[in-house]
T-cell receptor, first 117, second 116 residues
């Protein structure tokens, strides 16, 4: 079964320091991977995706993610954390084909990022 | 671009009543919309996949007679929680997928349902 795992429930980082939110995946075939962010009582916002191509993917708000096939990982990174980055982050993988050119996403359990001033 | 709205943002209803939640893609057409349920401090659970003009596909364990989904147009899908009970209280989130770009989904802001 296609799945992603986020091993950390919470990540704390000081403002200005680099941050990493971890994600590992288990898929058959080529993985299509995504990162989303959720602020309190809000829906999810798309950050970035890996479909093919360069292993380093750049996304919104200065975030990037590195696809590592040998380690089956897709960690989210940012060189310098901001307090406003504090939120819940979800890794997701595309799974079955729903028809009409659409795909379902399976989400990790989420990692709460707290950036400390 | 790629804005998805949900209405209402919050709703409180009495046990036994029905509640309708709307999901609209405001600036693009969405052949497919998805409905998720999120429990506190938990991940999103896919409830159903809604394709315009056809019946929704429900995930295992989701009661299709209780959670009625209608996708009447390329910009609107509705979720109706029928005969709601307190255990239906949750955060419901919809997402929409562009017809022409079948990768990322765009999420609505969510609807907080409280059944008393």
């Amino acid at each position: 079964a296609q799945s992603v795992a986020q091993p950390e429930d919470q990540v704390n980082v000081a403002e200005g320091n680099p941050l990493t939110v971890k994600c590992t995946y288990s898929v058959s075939g080529n993985p299509y991977l995504f990162w989303y962010v959720q602020y309190p009582n809000r829906g999810l916002q798309f950050l970035l995706k890996y479909i093919t191509g360069d292993n380093l993917v750049k996304g919104s708000y200065g975030f990037e993610a590195e696809f590592n096939k040998s380690q089956t990982s897709f960690h989210l990174k940012k060189p310098s954390a901001l307090v406003s980055d504090s939120a819940l982050y979800f890794c997701a993988v595309r799974v079955s084909y729903s028809g009409a050119g659409s795909y379902q996403l399976t989400f990790g359990k989420g990692t709460k990022l707290s950036v400390i001033p | 671009g790629a804005v998805v709205s949900q209405h209402p943002s919050r709703v409180i209803c009495k046990s036994g009543t029905s509640v309708k939640i709307e999901c609209r893609s405001l600036d693009f057409q969405a052949t497919t919309m998805f409905w998720y349920r999120q429990f506190p401090k938990k991940s999103l659970m896919l409830m159903a996949t809604s394709n315009e003009g056809s019946k929704a596909t429900y995930e295992q364990g989701v009661e299709k007679d209780k959670f009625l989904i209608n996708h009447a147009s390329l910009t609107l899908s509705t979720l109706t929680v029928t005969s709601a009970h307190p255990e239906d209280s949750s955060f419901y989130i919809c997402s929409a997928q562009r017809s022409s770009r079948a990768y990322e989904q765009y999420f609505g802001p969510g609807t907080r349902l409280t059944v008393t």
